[in-house]
């Protein structure tokens, strides 16, 4: 599974992939991309394997928290581009993963280093309490 993003530098559409032993970056122009992709049971594993910290967010459609975390994500993941991966993973439609992480309140997010994971926060943050989580993280 691919998602379509424009380079924040020149505006070229770039397809992104899930999982890549690499960093996305611009086709064209060559900035490094914002790695914002779904997460399901069947790639979960895949989907976490990145170079760079995976910030996973446990969500569900119907949660006004989750809806109103999700722009801050794409923030976030504009901002650390080529240093921070955000896998989504709806909890309604993945309970695999959620039961994985035991995710009984919803947003949880977990920030993974290396293949573990290293921070857990469960509720919404708002931007500026985010970044400090993930810096601390």
Do not use: H, Y
């Amino acid at each position: 599974m691919s998602n379509i993003v424009s380079c924040p530098s020149c505006g070229k559409r770039n397809r992104v992939p899930a999982a890549s032993s690499g960093l996305p970056q611009c086709a064209s122009c060559g900035a490094k991309l914002p790695w914002l992709v779904a997460g399901t049971d069947a790639d979960f594993a895949e989907a976490v394997d990145a170079r760079v910290p995976v910030l996973i967010d446990l969500w569900a459609p119907w949660c006004a928290p989750c809806r109103a975390v999700a722009p801050i994500l794409g923030k976030v993941a504009l901002e650390r581009a080529g240093k921070l991966k955000v896998v989504k993973v709806d909890v309604d439609e993945n309970p695999l993963v959620q039961a994985r992480f035991n995710a009984m309140s919803i947003p949880t997010m977990v920030l993974w280093k290396q293949g573990r994971e290293v921070a857990r926060q469960v509720g919404a943050l708002q931007k500026q309490a985010l970044d400090r989580w993930l810096d601390q993280g």
